[in-house]
């Protein structure tokens, strides 16, 4: 009967929050969707005002906590700029808490800017667009904090676009730092990272501009935080829950702190998403060093003489280090290369934290990135080449400063970071998408840009599974939650918790737990099932050359036509 009561009361306060969730998205949405900042800012520079507009911002940090500006910045430390990823949420994740990497930078002094996007996209923004206002507000910090030029923080998607951003800014940026940032696409482990198999498998970009064209113009970023979702389903949804059911007490607030930002959809124009997945994710051009940044200029990494410092995690399945350190072996041909390059690489990784921890995480927050910023000055005095960079910390309190802990930096080899990689499926996977692209574009992309109206794009994103199954706890849309409302109020006063150590509560926690292993076999089937289809179709060339040779033929003919 106790644990009745005990599984009773959890179950009223566990949709009492799915209640309060929605609500916040309902209520972010009407203020504007804003960042998510746990910080008082001050706004720079508004690209949507400059000449080729994008829907991008430069902000001043100038508060943290009861500190400002003037109590804990030291104009002799170099200014550190976070750009945090447009990956289909809105900007934050950098500083939505007070241990972040926004906080981390404040407590050592370095004067810090902040990068934010808005909810919707300047019509017609491209990618050069937006790195043409990325490379004003670099100028903008260079200019006032003359002769430091600023750190560069970029987070996962943000990763790419300061690399593009420090080979265009030669000299104008100092060290870069990719938290998490894919730039070799085709790498990773078979079997074990899906993803960059998933564009071969859907036939290539065709899937993403017909979507954007479903939306207007517009694609959604709903469907990028689904996709998230759906690399490890028995974490980011069954667990998530789960966990929130089992310890709805304690976990309240932070499921609701993080679901703040994680519920934020944001949308990027039709010709953003098109750059991206035909010349990153299937293209994989960055590494190639054919990635067109405008008319006249191609990204060049060898072009970058800012001292880089790449944070990858083996825990991470959506950027392995693989994808975040792959590239290194194909820029340069070895060590001796690199060294003759002038250029000085330093990668540090964490044995088990997720992508997400990589930004949000605490723990990493106030060790990592503490120790990437007060070694900022050591890596600048390391001699060209590659290192690892090891952080020996006996006490194991994250929350510590040197010489607590203690840095080293490792030399390593160039050719020990190349991979047996076989890039010829995703050559052909490029070849695939080239032609459904064209096929796409010509005869099906006209009907949907002619039938595609404001009020169907709104009742897409309505409909989306991602918010239909938010929205449905609030009682603005379904009035039966007014009642959960109020017996949650009532519970909340009188609310005893069952103890840890009964034994339906373990019998309980030994449930969920088979459930997550379940979940995890049907996922690795899944995966295995990709990649067995994958090898099929791409790896075997012959199953559908002839095929491709007559879509290819088709595709040509149609513009005469």
């Not at 939505?96 to 981390?104: I, L, T």
């Not at 076999?521 to 990709?530: S, V």
Request: glycine share 8%; charged share 25%; hydrophobic share 40%.
């Amino acid at each position: 009967m106790e644990y009745q009561r005990d599984f009773y009361e959890r179950s009223i306060l566990f949709l009492d929050t799915l209640r309060k969730r929605a609500n916040n998205m309902l209520e972010h949405e009407r203020a504007g969707m804003p960042p998510l900042l746990d910080f008082k800012y001050e706004k720079l520079l508004d690209a949507r005002d400059f000449e080729r507009p994008a829907n991008y911002a430069l902000l001043r940090i100038t508060e943290i906590g009861d500190v400002c500006w003037d109590d804990c910045v030291d104009l002799k430390k170099p200014p550190v700029i976070v750009v945090d990823p447009r990956a289909g949420h809105g900007p934050g994740i950098g500083g939505f808490k007070h241990d972040s990497e926004v906080g981390m930078a404040m407590h050592e002094g370095h004067p810090v800017y902040f990068v934010i996007f808005f909810p919707e996209p300047e019509p017609g923004q491209t990618l050069a667009d937006v790195l043409h206002a990325l490379r004003r507000f670099v100028e903008e910090v260079a200019h006032r904090h003359p002769r430091k030029p600023p750190v560069l923080y970029g987070n996962c998607q943000a990763g790419w676009a300061v690399t593009l951003l420090a080979a265009d800014c030669e000299g104008l940026a100092g060290p870069v730092v990719l938290n998490g940032s894919p730039l070799s696409y085709w790498a990773g482990e078979s079997g074990v990272n899906p993803m960059r198999i998933t564009g071969g498998l859907l036939g290539g970009a065709w899937l993403a501009h017909l979507t954007a064209d479903l939306g207007n113009g517009r694609f959604d970023g709903a469907w990028l935080a689904q996709n998230f979702e759906n690399l490890k389903p028995e974490k980011a949804i069954w667990e998530k829950y789960a966990k929130l059911f089992a310890n709805v007490d304690s976990e309240q607030g932070r499921f609701l702190e993080f679901e703040r930002w994680w519920n934020g959809f944001y949308y990027l124009s039709r010709e953003e998403i098109l750059d991206i997945v035909q010349n990153l994710f299937i293209g994989n051009q960055i590494e190639k060093g054919l990635f067109r940044i405008c008319h006249g200029c191609t990204a060049d990494l060898r072009r970058i003489k800012s001292p880089l410092i790449i944070f990858a995690s083996y825990g991470d399945n959506i950027t392995p280090p693989q994808q975040a350190l792959g590239w290194i072996p194909e820029v340069y041909a070895d060590t001796a290369d690199l060294k003759k390059a002038g250029q000085r690489i330093v990668y540090l990784t964490n044995p088990h934290v997720g992508h997400l921890g990589i930004f949000v995480s605490a723990s990493v927050a106030r060790l990592e990135h503490r120790a990437i910023l007060e070694s900022l000055p050591d890596i600048e005095a390391l001699a060209p080449g590659l290192y690892e960079m090891k952080i020996d910390n006996p006490t194991g309190d994250p929350d510590c400063h040197k010489p607590a802990f203690s840095v080293r930096f490792e030399p390593r080899r160039v050719e020990d970071l190349r991979q047996d990689t076989s890039s010829d499926a995703f050559e052909r996977v490029k070849q695939v998408s080239e032609v459904n692209e064209i096929l796409y574009q010509t005869l099906i992309s006209p009907w949907i840009k002619s039938m595609s109206t404001t009020w169907s794009a709104d009742m897409l994103k309505w409909l989306h599974p991602m918010r239909s199954s938010r929205y449905m706890f609030s009682e603005s849309l379904n009035p039966w939650m007014r009642g959960v409302a109020t017996a949650a109020e009532s519970l909340a006063a009188r609310r005893q918790p069952l103890g840890q150590d009964n034994p339906l509560i373990e019998k309980e926690r030994e449930a969920i737990g088979n459930v997550t292993q379940s979940l995890e076999r049907i996922r690795e089937a899944r995966d295995a099932g990709y990649e067995k289809a994958f090898n099929l179709l791409y790896r075997q060339p012959e199953m559908f050359s002839a095929l491709l040779q007559q879509m290819s033929k088709f595709a040509v003919q149609q513009p005469k036509r």
